[in-house]
């Protein structure tokens, strides 16, 4: 988050038109005399590697919950490791990807900015690099050190990430068909290198209409008749909400809001539904505008773990794939405060966990070696009933745990007849009866049971 410092539209024919509305047609009864998904289809298995953060101080390793990082804010950008034409400084890089390895944890380099020597314009680190060649031996040198026949029989780095927010201008000052020729560039790159790593498309913010109409515009792009979404195998988007909607706090349901919005937007351009997306930059009380890089509102630290538990458990049930904490070691800004309000560890140290750091592995422990599946058999997985409370069922081999909050008021909610225990966010455990009725707000509960 934080700065590093047209084509022609050819019209269809009436032949064409026909043959499009015959489809359509056909595609709308077939819909309609198709039976219903299987409920399996709402069913989704928890991969560790969705619980990421981005961590300079790699402190966050040592926790044993970290699934995956973003190397973003950490001293490993393009201007940083290509320190003059041709040289590379990997030295901070390798011991980054050495101690995420040695903890398993996933690693993603996001791959820009511009040195000032390649630098197409006097934007310098946010420009588009003046020779595609240069970009080409950078990329191609990374992926070289970090694959599996360099690196020790083992890929260090999992995956690239194209660039930074790209429709941000603070990031990015090139146009959308350059990001789109890059994006290209990058994965014919690491395909010639490595087949088994991942391209991730450039990161784009999606929390107000500037950024959401270039996420349009970025995604509307083909090279050579190719769309350029076919250049990347996951979709990379910051999911911030805005620090406040009217009176009200953004919150992961708003974030969660944006994503629906910026998936819709896509599948208007013609992006698969099924496309991965990641989550790779998220918090909360970003501020923006003309307030933007101010310290954020704080939070309760009740609300900080809450946000923590529905950010992750929202995300999975929606389908996303990484999530990527901004940040574990979230700094002091000048004069107080930080950038987010949500800080997983104590700003003056970068590593003493809080109650939202703890909160990571609390609903860490509660998701993975499951399956997030809806309330009933035509339900999504957290679905939210008509009183706005949400429900978070995963299955075991052994049992079912379930996730209750209502992000606006406190309810009651019926535990079922099998119903053992109850964990707060604060990580206590209570014992329960079955069937019995509890109350429930903005703080996640987790409820256990044989069934």
């Known amino acids: 988050m934080r700065p590093a410092r047209h084509s022609l539209v050819r019209i269809p024919s009436a032949r064409a038109w026909r043959t499009l509305l015959v489809g359509l047609l056909a595609t709308l009864l077939a819909a309609a005399v198709l039976p219903a998904s299987p409920a399996t289809a709402n069913k989704v298995r928890i991969d560790p590697r969705i619980f990421g953060v981005h961590d ?7 926790t044993g919950t970290v699934g995956s ?7 490993v950008t393009w201007r940083d490791i290509e320190t003059s034409p041709g040289a590379y400084d990997f030295s901070r890089l390798d011991a980054i990807v050495r101690a995420a390895n040695a903890r398993n944890v996933e690693v993603t380099l996001v791959l820009g900015m511009t040195p000032d020597f390649y630098a197409s314009t006097s934007k310098g680190e946010t420009s588009m690099p003046g020779d595609l060649g240069a970009w080409d031996r950078y ?18 780095i999992g995956a690239y990430q194209v660039w930074n927010e790209a429709n941000v201008k603070n990031f990015w000052t090139g146009s959308p068909i350059q990001m789109a020729q890059l994006t290209k560039a990058t994965w014919n790159a690491v395909k010639a290198v490595d087949k088994g790593a991942l391209v991730v498309g450039p990161a784009m913010a999606a929390r107000i209409g500037e950024q959401t109409r270039g996420i349009a515009l970025f995604y509307y792009i083909k090279l050579n008749r190719v769309p350029v979404w076919r250049y990347m195998n996951a979709i990379g988007l910051n999911l911030y909400p805005l620090d406040k909607y009217g009176s009200k706090l953004g ?6 809001a944006l994503l629906a919005k910026t998936r819709k937007q896509m599948q208007l351009r013609g992006v698969p539904a099924n496309k991965p997306i990641w989550n790779t930059e998220v918090n909360y009380g970003m501020r923006t505008g003309t307030y933007g890089g101010t310290p954020a509102i704080p939070i309760s630290d009740s609300a900080q773990a809450a946000y923590v538990v529905r950010t992750y458990l929202l995300n999975a049930a929606n389908k996303v ?23 997983l560890t104590d700003p003056a140290d970068g590593s003493t966990r809080t109650l939202a750091g703890r909160a990571v592995g609390l609903v860490r422990g509660w998701m993975v070696g499951g399956r997030l599946v809806g309330p009933s058999k035509s339900a999504l997985p957290c679905a939210k ?5 949400y429900t978070c069922v ?17 309810v009651k909610i019926k535990t079922v007849k099998s119903a053992k225990f109850l964990v707060t966010v604060y990580g206590k455990k209570k014992r329960i009866s079955g069937g019995s009725s509890k109350f429930v707000d903005y703080r996640p509960v987790m409820v256990r049971s044989k069934t």
């Open 394 to 410: 995963i299955t075991y081999a052994r049992g079912v745990k379930r996730v209750y909050w209502n992000p606006t008021k406190r």
């Open 321 to 343: 794939k990484r999530v990527h904490w901004y940040s574990y070691d979230l700094g002091n800004l000048p004069g107080g405060g930080t950038l987010g309000n949500t800080r």
């Open 385 to 389: 009933d008509r009183a706005g409370t």
């Open 56 to 62: 300079s101080r790699l402190s966050s390793f040592a």
């Open 139 to 156: 990329v191609r040198a990374v992926v070289t050190r970090y694959s599996p026949a360099n690196w020790g029989g083992v890929r260090g």
């Open 69 to 75: 990082v973003r190397l973003w804010d950490a001293g």
């Open 251 to 256: 919150t992961p349901e708003k974030s969660m």
